[in-house]
């Protein structure tokens, strides 16, 4: 490989890495491109031109991620037309409507809540995760100890074919 191919390849790999970041809800400065690439504040400025027109064409102005641009601290973060991240306040409600329901098992409810803060911008995860944690003390599993979410699929497709349903329902104490 000659310098060339060298440089294009070190470009492509940045900005990928960059892509990824932005699409994880974290913050790129000009000091992180300086340190992290060695490169100058005339490519930062260059890279930052890049992603907005990348998202500007992308979106086809329809749905528009977009690049904001803090010129005093040379920061820029993409805010995402379709918000493809739980805000802190959407990811509190969520968990709280899961928890508060004690529908389900402890697997379960774990597994939900994991993909619940895999959805929550990097900036929003430690409070978010601190107050679900506390929340999460409290929880008291259902006493049937049984997996739901494959019943709930089930009955998804029974109410999508339009197929009838009888269901036995019996209380832990006396059977109904």
């Given at each position: 490989m000659d310098n060339k191919e060298v440089n294009r390849y070190a470009q492509a790999h940045r900005l990928l890495q960059v892509y990824?970041?932005?699409?994880?809800?974290?913050?790129?400065s000009s000091q992180m491109y300086k340190e992290s690439y060695g490169l100058t504040y005339k490519t930062y400025d260059r890279d930052v031109e890049?992603?907005?027109?990348?998202?500007?064409?992308?979106?086809?102005?329809?749905?528009p991620d977009k690049i904001l641009i803090d010129e005093g601290n040379k920061r820029y973060h993409l805010e995402k037309g379709y918000r493809g991240f739980f805000s802190e306040e959407e990811a509190l409600a969520i968990s709280k409507i899961l928890l508060e329901s004690r529908a389900f098992c402890k697997e379960?409810?774990?597994e939900l809540?994991?993909?619940?803060?895999?959805?929550?911008?990097?900036?929003?995860?430690?409070l978010v995760k601190k107050i679900i944690?506390?929340?999460?003390?409290?929880?008291?599993?259902?006493?049937h100890g049984k997996h739901l979410m494959p019943a709930i699929r089930s009955l998804s497709?029974?109410?999508?074919?339009?197929?009838?349903?009888?269901?036995?329902?019996?209380?832990?104490?006396?059977?109904?």
């Open positions: 990824d970041e932005l699409n994880e809800g974290k913050t790129i890049f992603f907005k027109n990348y998202y500007c064409e992308k979106n086809n102005y329809e749905n379960e409810k774990d809540l994991s993909k619940i803060m895999e959805l929550v911008a990097d900036e929003d995860k430690a944690a506390r929340e999460n003390l409290y929880y008291v599993p259902p006493r497709e029974y109410i999508k074919d339009h197929r009838l349903i009888e269901i036995d329902y019996s209380n832990q104490e006396l059977p109904v």
